[in-house]
């Protein structure tokens, strides 16, 4: 999928044709977001030729390495976020339990609910059905259920 896209990117963002994208190119399309340096210094590190310009296998590899950087970012989101509705546990035996969960509601300002208020919201998205929330389950929760 990300090939697919960073593709079609390339193509619009190749201005003359010619199969490569130059810092101009890259700049022009990215001056909101880029300056010249910032685009010289972006083109030189994926550059693999070192003609100045990138070909599509090496804007290919900027666009997948753009896209892991981008996932490790929301993965450390989601744990951070997950941290502060989690009880007591250490790494991988954290969970989301009804306590907890009622907790860091009350503490957001949340009008305060009830345990079993708390269960059901957890039930929903508890996926093997031990009445917590792992960080799997809340991950799923947080991708498939609210965005």
Known sequence: MVAVVASSLFAALDKDGDGKVSASELRGCMAAA????ESAAI??????DGDG???LEEFLSL???AAEADEDGRHRCLREAFGMYAGEGEGEERYITPASLRR???RLGSPQLGMEECRAMICRFDLNG???LSFDEFRVMMHDGLM
Not at 43 to 48: F, H, I, K, S
Request: glycine letters at 14%; a negative charge.
């Open 43 to 48: 083109l030189a590190a994926v550059d693999g």
């Open 104 to 106: 860091m509601l009350s």
């Open 34 to 37: 880029l300056g010249e340096e």
């Open 53 to 55: 310009m990138l070909n």
């Open 130 to 132: 031990d009445g917590v």
């Open 63 to 65: 666009a997948h390495e």
